[in-house]
């Protein structure tokens, strides 16, 4: 991120964030939150990102959902369609 910004990207990151210290002076932009269920707070915290951003420059947003690390307790099927977060039915 520090590379764009350097030149001229608006940056931002919308998620977790599951390193070190967030490094919050190469970010224009950043939520960071922990916990579950957050996938609406992802929605709509990189919307308020896309309303907001200059849009005389470009940009960079990184999304990082909790919901890929959904549990799913069914060894034999990984891919359980009972689970809320993959059931798009």
Do not use: M
């Not at 990207?9 to 998620?15: A, E, L, R």
């Not at 916990?35 to 420059?57: C, M, Q, V, W, Y």
């Not at 549990?71 to 059931?87: A, G, H, I």
């Amino acid at each position: 991120p520090g590379a764009l910004r350097n030149n001229g990207y608006h940056i931002g990151h919308v998620g977790k964030w599951q390193l070190a210290n967030f490094p919050s002076q190469k970010y224009d932009y950043s939520r960071l939150y922990y916990g579950n269920d957050l996938t609406k707070k992802n929605e709509k915290d990189a919307i308020e990102f896309l309303k907001g951003r200059p849009r005389s420059k470009p940009f960079c947003l990184t999304v990082a959902f909790f919901a890929t690390h959904a549990e799913d307790q069914d060894p034999v099927n990984p891919w359980n369609t009972n689970l809320k977060v993959w059931n798009f039915t």
